[in-house]
């Protein structure tokens, strides 16, 4: 296909509002819009100054449709779309595969990976965007797309996608709890939690030079069986926070390979 130029959302949510935004930016038209919630969908279409579509089973006139709705949503919404549509159909997730678009339509996968919320500008240039279409026409297309936005471009197949998410919940949600218990932790303690900022922008700092298994530090790595005794003491037995930090715990001391046993 030619140079993908104007762009259906399907979805009005924090993706679609950041890429609805950044597709003008870039000199991209976005022609139309359809959301399942009409306020919210209606509130961004103005905002971009297109047409709200109130229904989507009729031929949408775009060169690319994104459907940027939710990952349980994705096949049930492709499915209600016109198969006269002759548009290049993509989903945003990171966990769906490609082929719950149905088959009668050109599809891919256009995904940004990145944490959306309304209030935060994202730096766009820095978000990698994972790629992928049936054929080497349709790739370069969204190829071409992604690099007028972002510096970092990835052609991924689905199971190398669905590695990444899993990946991607690791270190940003799994560790974003940890940060939260950290924070209750402070609380209980009546200390400000700005006090942990410069620690853990160091910690993200050093995950761009070197390896997290390098970057690794504390008393577990250390083999402090006192200190890790103490922290054990002051958190109560069978909760949550103490299972979690007996197995957390463990699982570098053992990576470790220190003597003497935990």
């Known amino acids: 296909m030619s140079a993908i130029k104007t762009i259906s959302l399907i979805g009005a949510g924090r993706v679609a509002h950041h ?3 950044e597709f003008q930016n870039r000199g991209l038209e976005v022609v139309s819009l359809y959301g399942r919630d009409r306020e919210e969908a209606e509130a961004l279409a103005q905002k971009l100054g297109i047409n709200y579509m109130a229904k989507i089973d009729g031929r949408i006139n775009a060169d690319l449709i994104v459907l940027a709705v939710s990952d349980d949503a994705v096949g049930k919404v492709a499915r ?8 290049l159909v993509v989903h945003t997730s990171g966990a769906v595969p490609m082929n719950v678009i149905p088959s009668y339509f050109r599809r891919g ?3 940004p990976l990145q944490s959306f919320s309304f209030d935060k500008k994202v730096v766009w240039e820095n978000v990698p965007f994972c790629i992928e279409a049936e054929n080497d026409e349709d790739v370069n ?3 071409v ?5 972002s510096r970092k471009v990835h052609l991924l197949n689905s199971e190398q996608r669905k590695a990444l998410h ?7 949600n799994f560790a974003n709890l940890m940060f939260e218990y950290a924070e209750e932790l402070l609380e209980e303690a009546e200390i400000d939690r700005t006090i942990l900022h410069p620690l853990v ?3 993200a700092n050093k995950l761009l030079m070197q390896t997290a298994a390098e970057s690794q530090t504390g008393p577990a790595k250390r083999g402090d069986l006192e200190t890790i005794k103490s922290h054990q003491a002051l958190l109560k037995e069978g909760s949550s926070l103490r299972k979690i930090y007996d197995i957390l715990t463990r699982e570098i001391y053992e990576r470790s390979e220190h003597d003497e046993k935990l």
């Open 19 to 21: 890429l609805g935004v």
């Open 80 to 87: 209600q779309l016109s198969e006269d549509n002759k548009a």
């Open 109 to 111: 996968v256009f995904y």
């Open 141 to 143: 297309a969204l190829g």
């Open 145 to 149: 797309l992604a690099e007028r936005i």
């Open 166 to 172: 899993l990946a991607a919940v690791f270190a940003n």
């Open 201 to 203: 922008l160091e910690t």
